[in-house]
């Protein structure tokens, strides 16, 4: 029984390959994508297993108070959130469950502002389906979706000329609802986007939003990820060893995820935990950024973590609801 | 379901024909290989980038490639325009390119298929 529960926003800021293996399909190895949307998606047993991989460095024996205060987990609580290392698996669950990561605004190459965040009223109901699971209450209505060859814009900072180009598709911009597309920009700014270090791209949001209709979005996450060719060369010719020339996909730098985080009280032994501490103790273990997917020695994967709380705070912080972060 | 299980196996029954009949000529190995980077070429360039490409190159087994996408994606999208090129350029709105473009990858990704278990691999 999940007695707390919380939003986890994932900021993409290497490109990011959360794989499935082998593909059939126009690129050789895939990203982990919904069956029936073809939306990408980052599955929760990776998600959940590289938090537990953070937290185990964050985690040791007996800390002492002041490894408490500053984020520090003592091992057994590490266990009771993350559940008992594998040979153990059997004596209880682990109190954190996470969610599937699910995309919110998929960044695409704009003719004007360079590129934009584009998303779609499906995507955008989603989210708010899932925020009111978590408690989380964004406060912005749903626009009215915009026809096939449309663009929900405010401002004119993506339009080249009269149209939007994204990409090599022009879409006519349309304003008339500027004023919830700028409350959406300002709401995921204030309350989604990396806490420091993010200003500039927290200003350039609400005018970078745009909300297309759920085909053109769904065709931009299938078509529009970043696809990179490998090859290894055989070192005396310099040619392509064999067959090894293959083709990855990735996420692109600058998309944002969303997962939904619940905890119920702790099932372990000896460690007295309720679902809102259990929370508060992920959320304040100083996760700002971590590494999810594929080739992390080359660098890929690197996202940079937000917890929100029901209040739009950090789990546990000591704001009062709706007060300042 | 059905309906889009037919279209993938129309597609399927196309793309095999196409590989079928490269499959005798002088440029085989080179169109396989062409056909092999296909699909991912038009993810990562866009298809109008990705015909222009293989128009201007122009060799045998460019133009033969150039000829089965354009020829199935105007059956499949009907247009009056001569080739798909000609159509991307002169006549499609964004919705019908961003369909042709969909339309051409699911191809493609037969014609990888066929191409990589029926025609000669380049340096074999």
Known sequence: MFTAKSMLFIYVETPLHAGTGRGLGAVDLPIQ???????????????????????????????????????????????????????????????????????????????????????????????????????????????????????????????????????????????????????????????ALPQTGYDYWKAALPTKLCILHEEAFRDFVLYGTEVQTHIKLDPDTKTVAGKMLWTTESLPVDSLLYVPLMAGPSRAHGVDLDGQAILQKVASLGLTRTQLGGDETTGQGIVALRFVNSNGDRPGSAATPGGKQ | MSQQRSLEQERARAAWGRVVEVKGRGYAGKYGQLARSAPADIQANGLGQTLSFWNAKGEAHHRALFNHVSDWVKGQIKFADADLLQWIVNTADTDGYRRATAEAIAFVIWLKRFAEAELPKEGD
């Open chain 1, 33 to 191: 994508r919904e069956r029936t949307t073809g939306y990408p998606i980052v599955q929760a047993s990776g998600l959940k297993g590289r938090l537990r991989a953070a937290a185990r460095g964050r985690a040791k024996d007996s800390p002492t108070e002041q490894d408490q205060q500053q984020g520090w987990l003592s091992t057994k609580e590490f266990l009771a959130i993350f559940g008992p290392e594998t040979a153990h698996a059997s004596d209880y669950a682990g109190a954190l469950s996470t969610g599937d990561a699910r995309i919110l605004l998929f960044p695409v190459r704009s003719l004007a502002s360079v590129f934009a965040w584009v998303t779609s009223c499906d995507a955008l109901a989603r989210f708010l389906r899932e925020a009111e699971m978590v408690g989380l209450k964004p406060g912005w209505p749903l626009p009215l979706a915009p026809g096939k060859d449309t663009a929900l814009v405010n401002g004119t900072a993506l339009l080249a000329g009269d149209s939007v180009v994204l990409e090599e598709f022009s879409f006519k911009p349309d304003t008339s609802q500027a004023a919830v597309v700028k409350a959406i920009g300002e709401w995921l700014a204030k309350n």
